[in-house]
């Protein structure tokens, strides 16, 4: 089958069991996946495998002797603060921050504290946040995950903001909002919340009245979000195809990166072997040079999928710092 053969989709509706149950904060009683071909594609809610929980125990430090206390310590350091309303009883959710911060219990406090407040300082954006509200960004097929996870476990989300992106009918705020949709998501798996993401930033054919869009409250935010605000571990942004204009665009982003972040920005141009050299060939899609067969997901595609979940976003939204 050709790589880039797009195939019609169709959702399928799994039964979701106690097991998978705990890792959701709503109370939905199916979980939809889409069925391309032979392959399904789901949000994978499904226990980690041995050799990625081998992962967490080297990185992570997660074992039962660790893991016990800290969900017992964060979940008392949450009760105490009594400006936050927060899924106390979830022991997934706590996970989902304990993770990212080693299990250090302190560390994964002061995270959901950040969390919360950038969602508060930003709530323009983040007020009834849907994939049902935002459905112009997944239809412009500009954001998309790739359908398998990367040689080293990780998620590989995939921005195209050159040729394809429309600006005069998609803004910077809704690639915003749909990244964060993907990335909420995403915290919900366990493997992703072990092994982490990657972007890949495809910028071939950016234009000048494209640079234009971007602004330094834009790059500040969005530096401030994957710096701070992410209860994800961000691996690897990787640039590739960018015309020389794009250095107009990273100028705006530089002056608030920290040294972990910026270390992880890789600039790789039209090099295929330097980004198989980060991204496994197998991984990847034959217009990356990569030699995977699962045709490609487009954005209406997981678009279908999340819409299926809009109550899981609805609750997801529903936590944070009590109103004054």
Request: proline share 7%.
């Amino acid at each position: 089958m050709p790589a880039q053969q797009e195939l019609q989709s169709s959702i399928v509706l799994r039964e979701v069991t106690p097991e998978l149950s705990r890792h959701m904060l709503s109370d939905v009683s199916k979980l939809p996946a889409v069925q391309l071909g032979d392959f399904l594609l789901q949000i994978e809610l499904d226990d980690p495998r041995e050799s990625i929980r081998e992962i967490a125990r080297r990185e992570l430090r997660e074992t039962p002797e660790v893991v016990k206390p800290a969900i017992e310590d964060l979940r008392k350091l949450l009760e105490d603060d009594k400006n936050l309303h927060v899924p106390l009883h979830s022991e997934a959710w706590l996970k989902r921050f304990l993770r990212p911060c080693k299990f250090y219990p302190e560390s994964a406090y002061d995270l959901i504290k950040r969390y919360y407040a950038f969602k508060q300082k930003h709530h323009t954006h983040y007020d009834g946040l849907t994939p049902s509200k935002e459905q112009n960004i997944f239809n412009q097929n500009i954001l998309t995950v790739l359908p398998t996870r990367d040689q080293l476990g990780r998620r590989v989300l995939v921005l195209e903001l050159g040729k394809k992106w429309k600006h005069n009918k998609c803004s910077l705020d809704e690639v915003f909002k749909g990244c964060v949709l993907f990335l909420e998501a995403a915290m919900m798996e366990p493997e992703t919340q072990i092994c982490g993401a990657v972007v890949i930033f495809d910028m071939d054919g950016l234009s000048m009245q494209q640079v234009w869009q971007f602004t330094p409250p834009f790059a500040k935010r969005i530096v401030d979000w994957l710096q701070e605000s992410i209860p994800l571990r961000v691996k690897g942004l990787y640039i590739i195809n960018q015309p020389y204009i794009f250095n107009m665009v990273f100028q705006l982003f530089k002056p608030f990166l920290q040294e972990k972040l910026r270390s992880r920005i890789i600039f790789l141009g039209k090099d295929r072997e330097l980004l198989h050299k980060h991204i496994n060939p197998k991984c990847l899609p034959d217009s990356y040079g990569g030699t995977l067969t699962i045709p490609p997901v487009t954005g209406p595609q997981w678009l279908e999928l999340l819409l299926l979940c809009d109550q899981e976003f609805s609750v997801i939204n529903s936590y944070g710092y009590k109103k004054k």
